[in-house]
């Protein structure tokens, strides 16, 4: 299937050139690295088979970064805290670090492994896990020496798609979070700007 949009983020004047065919090419196979991972998650959980179907991973977004050195990090900021939106993220870092995950209560660096991916849960994971898998809050640095470029795979649902707890992950017969169509939970992640506190709040269930 191929990607259904492809953003170019360039966080500099600084243009660079990319092969259109090439691009498509990787956009096929990292989506079928994500599915294969899904696969294993699916299995983890103990869903049914083919339960991550072309509903629920219809959607894939290639967004590409570039990074310019900056002579203070501390004052330029490549992305924001914030959490996925979709259901499953893989990001290639390159050789050059920037990736920061915030857990209990602090950044804590990701360094780049050589031919080695990283694997973002994202939030409707979360949610259709029931809270068993949780997305991971995370945010983009800069550094003074290098100039740094990410391409990152975003597979989601359909826009139509309802999402909700799997019935099996629900252990006390009452979801965490309540249905919503996934267009519904997009609009609204950007009216939050992301902002994962205020998303759980408006969808998770009260106890």
């Known amino acids: 299937m191929p990607i259904s949009f492809v953003t170019f983020h360039f966080f500099s004047s600084l243009g660079i050139i990319l092969e259109i065919d090439v691009v498509g090419k990787y956009s096929l196979e990292v989506r079928k690295l994500s599915l294969r991972v899904l696969e ?6 103990g ?3 083919e339960y991550f179907g072309e509903e629920l991973t219809g959607g894939q977004l290639l967004s590409i970064n570039h990074y310019l050195p900056s002579p203070d990090p501390s004052l330029t900021l490549g992305l924001p805290k914030h959490a996925d939106p979709n259901l499953i993220t ?3 870092q390159g050789s050059v670090s920037g990736l920061q995950v915030f857990k209990d209560g602090q950044w804590l660096g990701v360094e780049p492994l050589p031919h080695a991916f990283v694997v973002n849960i ?5 949610i259709i896990s029931n809270g068993k898998l949780r997305s991971a809050e995370h945010r983009a640095v800069t550094n003074s020496r290098e100039a740094r470029t ?4 975003f597979i989601s649902p359909c826009q139509d798609t309802i ?3 799997v019935k099996s992950m629900i252990d006390t017969g009452v979801p965490c979070f309540q249905p919503f169509k996934f267009k519904d939970f997009l609009k609204f992640y950007e009216e939050k700007k992301g902002d994962t506190e205020a998303m759980m709040k408006v969808y998770k269930i009260k106890p």
Do not use: K, N
């Not at 294993?40 to 959980?45: M, P, T, Y």
């Not at 990410?150 to 795979?153: D, L, P």
């Open 90 to 92: 893989v990001l290639l």
């Open 163 to 165: 999402i909700e707890p």
């Open 40 to 45: 294993l998650i699916r299995e983890g959980l």
């Open 47 to 49: 869903l049914e088979p």
């Open 150 to 153: 990410t391409i990152v795979s």
């Open 122 to 126: 994202g939030h409707q994971l979360q």
